[in-house]
């Protein structure tokens, strides 16, 4: 833990905005191995203070960076975009600059161009880039990028009227310019990304561009900075987003203001996550308002996963389990199998009561489609939402050997090897084929035994760890034969 101290402008440190989130949460500390110390940040005079953890900051390999992508986006654009190819909102029938559209539409370029090495998505990606520079809003010396349609945030509060502003736009056009000044030696993106770091040095005044401020002794990088007033949403997947940025500009310039404003801001996104979970159900999307998090529960997982690659500190994929735990990946589909016997579909409503039943009696084997594999409300168990056959509408349990989805479900990479220990002696290392078959072979490992591991999944409806280093690599084992750290 570190006391230190960097000259850079200052920011505003704001108290008590947390008071109207759910109430707190104990981190638990098997999940989080040290506490931060407060950190003066980092201004002359000091400005305000927030906490941070000293986190190695590493760079990384292609493959297993922030954005990475396998596969290129197609050089026909099918989203919406003007005639030059610069990607738009359609809003109203009125095309509108989108900050966040065009940064990411950037990024996916960019990674299309390291794919194919087609110039064309690089010129493309520069088009998206420069449109960002051209519609730029200078603060103190940090360019801020507008959006230039009104918002209503969550539909509980007041429009933000245009300009407002966005520190998840701001990182991820940060992301573009290093990444484009890397692929391309161009100065000009340089340029651009120093001007975009410095609107994280700005000190947040009401009606003026801002988004870096803290609540209660935390860094926020605010995704939805209220135009009027120094409060917002502390909108946790933006914030983490925003941070990615920094992580770009600390790869290329090695600043150390950028790397300690990096520490504060994955200090935050480690330690609050309690306050973001949901015991059994889906994280939340925010801390000012609580809100159901939906689909973004699965960016929740992953970014924790990318943040573990990025400080190699176990307590990101600790945390990145737990949110699994409580709910699985979203958009997970494939076939169910149901094994002769008793089965019952039920129907929800929702707040997780049962509305209708539908028992059925197999006497062989039976297939059917499921579109999701989700948890319930207040209900324990996962479920299968299935949809054809006799069973179609219904949800059925998952019971491993009696229903479940055939072979490897619910994937998360861990992007880097992740530590373990073998919990259960001579445990059995599984391979699974496409037709979900399994054959297994007893291991020699030993109780303590230090493995790694670089996957997780459920196969066959059993949670398994993938081994990643030994005479196993490749093979998994179950959940509970590996003690992660």
């Known amino acids: 833990m570190l006391r230190g101290a960097i000259a850079v402008g200052g920011l505003g440190a704001v108290a008590g905005l947390a008071s109207g989130c759910s109430e707190s949460r104990t981190i638990d500390p098997k999940l989080v191995a040290s506490q931060p110390s407060p950190a003066v940040f980092l201004g002359s005079p000091i400005k305000a203070n927030f906490d941070y953890e000293d986190f190695e900051i590493r760079e990384l390999r292609d493959g297993i960076r922030p954005y990475h992508m396998s596969t290129a986006v197609p050089l026909v654009d099918p989203g919406t975009h003007d005639p030059s190819g610069v990607r738009m909102a359609l809003l109203g029938g009125k095309l509108y600059d989108h900050p966040v559209g ?46 230039p349609f009104r918002y209503r945030l969550h539909r509980s ?44 040095l700005v000190t947040p005044v009401a009606g003026k561009p801002w988004g870096v401020y803290v609540v209660d002794g935390k860094l926020w990088l605010e995704e939805y900075p209220n135009p009027k007033e120094v409060t917002g949403d502390q909108t946790y997947n933006g914030h983490t987003f925003s941070a990615y940025g920094l992580w770009d500009y600390w790869v290329v310039t090695k600043d150390e203001r950028a790397k300690v404003l990096l520490q504060g801001a994955l200090t935050t996104t480690r330690d609050v996550y309690g306050d973001i979970a949901n015991r059994q159900w889906r994280s939340k999307y925010c801390l000012r308002h609580a809100k159901d998090g939906g689909n973004y529960h699965s960016t929740h997982i992953t970014q924790h996963i990318q943040c573990f690659a990025i400080t190699g500190d176990t307590a ?136 790694t591991l670089d996957r997780r999944a459920v196969l066959n409806g059993v949670d398994h760890l993938r081994l990643a280093n030994g005479p196993y690599t490749g093979r998994w084992v179950r959940y509970e034969a590996a003690n992660r750290t």
Not at 115 to 130: I, S
Not at 131 to 137: S, Y
Not at 170 to 185: D, H
Request: hydrophobic share 35%; net charge neutral; glycine share 8%.
């Open 316 to 451: 990101f994929a600790r945390i990145a389990d737990s949110y699994y735990n409580d709910f699985p990946p979203h958009g997970i589909t494939g076939t169910v199998l149901l094994h002769p016997g008793d089965h019952t579909g039920y129907q929800f409503d929702n707040q997780g009561v049962v509305t209708a039943t539908k028992p059925i009696r197999l006497v062989q084997p039976y297939k059917a489609a499921s579109k999701g594999r989700v948890r319930v409300k207040d209900q324990l168990d996962i479920w299968y939402e299935i949809s054809d056959g006799e069973l179609a509408g219904y949800h059925v349990k998952e019971m491993p050997g009696h229903s479940y989805q055939i072979g490897e479900a619910a994937p998360i990479g861990y992007r880097i090897p992740r530590p373990a220990s073998i919990a259960l002696a001579r445990p059995e290392a599984y391979s699974i084929d496409a037709t979900g078959a399994m054959t297994s072979v007893l291991t020699n490992y030993r109780v303590g035994d230090r493995v």
């Open 157 to 200: 509060e007041g429009y933000y009227e245009a300009p407002w502003y966005s520190m998840m736009a701001q990182g991820q056009a940060l992301s573009v310019f290093c990444r484009l000044f890397t692929v391309t030696g161009e100065a000009k993106w340089k340029a651009a990304a120093d001007a975009t770091f410095a609107s994280y």
């Open 102 to 147: 065009q940064a990411q539409y950037g990024l996916h370029l960019i990674e299309a161009h390291r794919l194919t090495k087609n110039a064309e998505y690089l010129n493309r990606a520069k088009k998206q880039a420069q449109r960002l520079i051209d519609r730029r809003v200078l603060e103190g010396d940090g360019w801020f990028y507008p959006y």
